[in-house]
């Protein structure tokens, strides 16, 4: 297995992840990859990535990590980003930005820290499930040990 920016991250912070490579022939939309990897939806997260048309100490785009099955609630959103309104970064975009495809984006190792909200329901679970920064591969990790390595918080996201 080919070792990603993410798993390096990881290793880098001491942090233990175990790592799932799967055919991306089975869907790469978090929810496919849940039951491909046999891991509950619910505890498997998908990232998304967003632009506010303002910025806020610096920013303008960041960064959410929500359950699969999940829907983003922009007005939770924006509130938690600390911006008016907020969207779904337009997809042309999301490689020269993060340095990912659609599919394998990972909230760690973009090409430049953006502000990253976990929903908060990650730390019902031992571990979380997430892209491991490309198509085809998926890390389980701590989200606490997560989030302290990639300075995130905790919200409630989701509709």
Sequence with gaps: MIKTNAMRILETAKVEYKAYEYSP???IDAVSVAGYIGKPVEQTFKTLVTQA???QHGFNHFVFVIPAD???SVKKAAQVAGVKNIEMLPLKKLLP???????GCSPLGMKKNFPTFIDETAILFDTIC?????IGLTLELNAEKLA????????DLTL
């Design 70 to 72: 999940s829907e983003l």
């Design 53 to 55: 048309p303002t910025e």
């Design 148 to 155: 302290s390595v990639i300075g995130a918080e905790f919200a």
């Design 97 to 103: 930005l993060t340095g990912y495809v659609h599919g």
């Design 25 to 27: 022939n089975c869907g």
């Design 130 to 134: 997430l892209s491991g920064g490309k």
